[in-house]
C-alpha cells in the first residue's frame, strides 16, 4: 500500500510516499480502506521529536489520526462493525507508527465510530481530534446554559469547534481573534474580541464582572491573563499550558478517543447543526504540500488528504 512516511525526525523534508506492507488488524480492532485523513499540528509536533519521553516513534513512522474510510477487514473479535461500513475515527495508538496517511489503517475499536449517512468522508475526517478535544475541553470545563465563556483562539481548528458546542449548551460566548475573523466568529454565535494588549479591557467590556470558564487553545501565554478575567469559583481548561491545572486548579487536558462522543459529533454535523469548515483537499500525492500549508499556522478550517476514489 503507498503511504506517507518519516524515518527521522525532521522538517517536512523527511516525509515521502513510499510503499508498506499491508497491516493487519488486532484482534478488537479492523482494517479501513482510508477515504480522507486530516493534518494536525500534533503530526508535526510529533515528526519534529517534541513529543519525545511523551509517546514513542517506531520508523518509518506513518503520520495522522483523523481518519474518516470503509472497513475492509474485521479483526477476530469486533462484531460492533463489518466489512463494507462507512466510519470515522480518532485513530491514535500506543505509539507512533501506522497512521491514517495511508491507503489502509489499522484502526482500534475503542476510536471508531459509524459515519452517518449525508456526512461525507472529508467532513468526517475532519472532526475527530480536533471535535473530540473540544467537546471534552468544553464538558470539562462545566460549561452550562448560564456560563459566560472566553474561548482562546476560537477561530482555530479546535476553537471553532469549542465555540459552537458551547453555543450550543446554551453557553454565552466571547472569543479572541485576528480582526480578520471576527465575522466568521459572529457567524459561529460568538462575540468577538482581539488579540493583543487590549485583549483585557476589550473582553472586560463585554463581560465586566469576568467569565465563568476561560477555554485555552491558543498558549503563547494566554493564560497570563486569567486573573484579570476569571470569576471566582471559575474554571480554566487548557490544550496547552499546564499552569491550566497546575497554578489555576483547573484542567490539563489531552484529548481521549472517545466513540461516543464521537458519534455525537458526526451526528450533529450531519445534521448541519455543527459547522465543519474545510481549508482546503489534497490527494495522498501532494500530503506533503498539505503538511506545508498547515505548517504554516495561517489555515482556518481543517486541512483534508484524500486517498482513493
Do not use: C
Not at 482510508?34 to 494536525?40: E, I, Q, R, S
Not at 520508523?59 to 474485521?74: N, Q
Not at 493564560?223 to 496547552?240: C, E, H, I, N, R
Amino acid at each position: 500500500m503507498k503511504a506517507l512516511t518519516y524515518s527521522a525526525y525532521g522538517s517536512a523534508d523527511v516525509l515521502e510516499l513510499r510503499e508498506l506492507p499491508e497491516p493487519h488488524p488486532g484482534s478488537d480492532s479492523v482494517l479501513v480502506q482510508v477515504k480522507a485523513a486530516a493534518v494536525n499540528p500534533v503530526d508535526y509536533k510529533a515528526r519534529e521529536g517534541y513529543l519525545r519521553g511523551a509517546i514513542d516513534t517506531l520508523f518509518p513512522a506513518v503520520p495522522g489520526w483523523d481518519v474518516a474510510g470503509v472497513v475492509v477487514k474485521a479483526g477476530l473479535d469486533t462484531p460492533e462493525f463489518a466489512v463494507g461500513d462507512e466510519v470515522l475515527a480518532y485513530a491514535r495508538k500506543d505509539v507512533i507508527s501506522g497512521g491514517t496517511l495511508a491507503e489502509l489503517v489499522e484502526v482500534p475499536l475503542r476510536t471508531m465510530a459509524r459515519k452517518p449517512e449525508g456526512l461525507s468522508f472529508e467532513h468526517a475526517a475532519a472532526l475527530p481530534l480536533t471535535g473530540l478535544t473540544a467537546l471534552q475541553t468544553v464538558r470539562r470545563a462545566g460549561v452550562t446554559a448560564s456560563s459566560t465563556v472566553l474561548v482562546h483562539a476560537a477561530a482555530g481548528g479546535v476553537g471553532s469547534f469549542a465555540t459552537q458546542l458551547a453555543v450550543l449548551a446554551g453557553a454565552r460566548v466571547v472569543g479572541t481573534a485576528s480582526e480578520r475573523n471576527h465575522e466568521y466568529l459572529r457567524s459561529l454565535g460568538a462575540e468577538p474580541v482581539e488579540y493583543g494588549d487590549g485583549l483585557v479591557d476589550g473582553a472586560r467590556e463585554l463581560a465586566p464582572e469576568g467569565f465563568d470558564a476561560i477555554l485555552d487553545f491558543a498558549g503563547q501565554g494566554a493564560l497570563d491573563t486569567v486573573p484579570q478575567l476569571l470569576k471566582a469559583g471559575g474554571m480554566v481548561a487548557s490544550v496547552t499550558d499546564p499552569r491550566a491545572r497546575d497554578e489555576y486548579g483547573g484542567q490539563y487536558i489531552w484529548v481521549r478517543p472517545n466513540p461516543e462522543q464521537l458519534t455525537e459529533l458526526a451526528h450533529l454535523a450531519a445534521q448541519g447543526t455543527l459547522k465543519v469548515e474545510i481549508a482546503d483537499v489534497f490527494d495522498l500525492e501532494h500530503a506533503v504540500e498539505a503538511y506545508r500549508q498547515l505548517e504554516t499556522g495561517h489555515v482556518r478550517g481543517k486541512i483534508i488528504v484524500r486517498v482513493g476514489e
